[in-house]
């Protein structure tokens, strides 16, 4: 019994034509099945990923993190309930919309719905993206992470680590709480920052192209998308990305190259790097904040801090080193 990624997100809207617009052309999902008041989109061979209804309000709904089977589900549901949860257990016209066989849904103790699930349906067409990208990183890694942030870690994480059976892959204590979650290889699918606030902080697509980075980062400042965090590189799962607001209000990251961890075989530890190798400058902090974190950059720059970056068949060319300095460095292992 374990959950095995994020599988869908439920999202509120103020407006189904922003969506409508930012969706496809910035991010390249494939907008379907749309109706007045509601807006499916793929990302994948499945058939919805994200389900958008205009309802007037703004951040997510509804988390959905897949399970393998009915009999995994059902062990959840009563291992929830023997914990004192209020488990609701969906019925079929909820599981349609969700494009699943069958879910239960609760909320966790700050008040976010989660809904666990099994069986989602696979698309008979092929994903047609929004825009010419080359692919999402999906399949058994979950639709990205989503970040939360939350009044007091100590209320939220529990429920996460101990009753759902995520794992800690790492956390920061200073300035701020922080601590990030894996279910599978993914560095996280999930993240929880104490900011005093509950909310919905942002939702990382990872793509499988390094160039589709940068065209949505230069479609991004010629659509006059606000940038929220600007390109950089995070020091913890090595994502290369930037960040833009949502019509939703939470920031979507749009990020490459992300690393793997092995779940069976990881130490948590604490982060004392930042949280950015470099780059990442967050467009709402304060010239103070500001300079604490220009601080951790220099540092990073100073100590030379360098990741090697994560590739996929497919999406790069390995070279020849054909260079005698670089080999004998790489030959003493650095
Ligand atoms: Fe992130």
């Known amino acids: 019994m374990r959950i095995l990624g994020l599988g869908y997100l439920g999202v509120n809207a103020e407006s189904l034509s922003d969506w409508l617009d ?7 999902l494939q907008a379907v099945d749309k109706t007045g008041k509601t807006l499916a989109f793929r990302m994948d061979d499945r058939r919805q990923r994200l389900h958008v209804e205009e309802n007037g309000r703004t951040s997510m709904e509804y988390f959905g993190w897949e399970v393998r089977d009915s009999a995994a589900l059902h062990a959840f549901a009563a291992h929830l309930e023997g914990h004192g949860y209020h488990v609701i257990y969906g019925e079929r016209w909820l599981a349609d919309q969700r494009c699943v066989t069958e879910l239960v849904w609760l909320l966790d103790p700050a008040g976010n719905r989660v809904e666990l699930f099994h069986g989602a349906e696979i698309a008979a067409a092929p994903f047609v993206p929004g825009r010419n990208i080359g692919g999402f990183r999906t399949g058994a890694m979950g639709l990205g992470h989503a970040v939360l942030t939350c009044e ?11 009753i759902l059976g995520f794992g800690v892959s790492d956390y920061v204590l200073e300035p701020f709480k922080a601590y990030f979650l894996h279910v599978n290889p993914r560095h996280h699918s999930l993240a929880l920052v104490e900011t005093g606030q509950r909310g919905v902080h942002h939702l990382m697509m990872e793509l499988m192209h390094f160039d589709d980075i940068g065209h949505a980062y230069d479609l991004a400042h010629q659509r006059g ?3 929220g965090v600007t390109l950089g590189r995070h020091s913890n799962d090595h994502m290369t990305s930037f960040y833009t607001h949502s019509p939703s209000k939470f920031m979507i990251e749009y990020g490459w190259g992300g690393r793997e961890i092995d779940p069976n075989d ?7 790097e930042g949280p950015s190798i470099w780059g990442h400058n967050r467009s709402w902090l304060s010239d103070e904040a ?6 951790m950059l220099r540092r990073n720059a100073d100590a030379g801090l360098r990741r090697p970056v994560n590739v996929m068949p497919g999406n790069h060319r390995q070279m020849s080193a054909n260079c005698g300095w670089w080999d004998s460095l790489v030959r003493n292992g650095r």
């Open 152 to 162: 007091k870690m100590s209320d939220l994480l529990p429920f996460y680590t101990e």
């Open 266 to 272: 990881w130490q948590p530890f604490e982060l004392t």
């Open 225 to 227: 998308d606000e940038i």
């Open 22 to 28: 930012f969706g496809p052309n910035l991010l390249g």
């Open 290 to 295: 500001n300079e604490v974190a220009h601080a």
